[in-house]
């Protein structure tokens, strides 16, 4: 059973759409949370959600945004795709948090390719 | 400027060679956290360290907590091809966190 699935694997999409990827983790977790991760491997957290409480890191556009239907799920909507958009996003919850004291488990990522 | 930096980027060696590399910061964490990625994969937690000059050991690695809580090593004795990855560490001040660009490690059969 996978503890943290994201969906889809990999999408490819054109400049100027909006997407969605979406997560779920079935460990029961307070916390989840969305990072990217640029061609250079460098991981950046980008949101963390707990609660209703969503925590922003502010480098972030507003063309981003979490959406949680429910506790087990954080999913990702972005509007109006850029060409530096392209990134690999990884979801992760953790069962408090949020803090790095916590573990987090991420899940396998979502490679995004903007065109 | 990074908040956290790794040494060095990429490391390759041979197979039963022992290596160390290193996560550091002008910043004081209250934790640091080291991670193994692979490729394809999401990054997977090693180990947390947290208090101030803690030795922490998971078989063959070996992870080091600076006294000021600002630097980290992780050492791995007798390195094998299953060590293969990105070594990325991850610092917490507050509720934030950042991550270091990582160290790509390769062993070599």
């Known amino acids: 059973d996978t503890a943290v699935s994201q969906t889809p694997k990999y999408l490819v999409t054109q400049m100027g759409n909006d997407k969605s990827i979406k997560c779920e983790q079935n460990l029961g977790h307070d916390t989840m949370y969305w990072y990217k991760q640029d061609s250079k491997k460098f991981l950046k957290i980008m949101f963390s959600y707990n609660n209703k409480e969503l925590i922003i890191n502010e480098t972030v556009p507003n063309r981003f945004s979490p959406k949680s239907p429910d506790k087990a799920h954080l999913n990702l909507h972005i509007n109006s795709l850029e060409l530096g958009d392209s990134a690999v996003y990884f979801c992760?919850?953790?069962?408090?948090?949020?803090?790095?004291?916590?573990?987090?488990?991420f899940g396998p990522g979502t490679r995004l390719t903007v065109l | 400027t990074q908040l956290l930096e790794q040494s060095p980027q990429f490391l390759s060696i041979q197979e039963g060679e022992n290596l160390t590399v290193y996560c550091n910061s002008s910043?004081?964490?209250?934790?640091l956290q080291w991670y193994r990625q692979e490729p394809g994969e999401g990054p997977v937690l090693l180990v947390t360290v947290v208090t101030g000059g803690e030795v922490k050991k998971l078989k063959r690695l070996t992870f080091q907590f600076g006294d000021a809580r600002k630097d980290s090593s992780l050492h791995i004795t007798a390195a094998q091809p299953g060590d293969t990855g990105l070594y990325l560490c991850a610092g917490d001040y507050g509720q934030n966190f950042v991550f270091g660009p990582g160290t790509r490690l390769s062993v070599l059969p």
């Open positions: 910043s004081v964490f209250s934790s």
């Open positions: 992760a919850s953790s069962a408090q948090g949020p803090t790095m004291a916590d573990t987090q488990y």
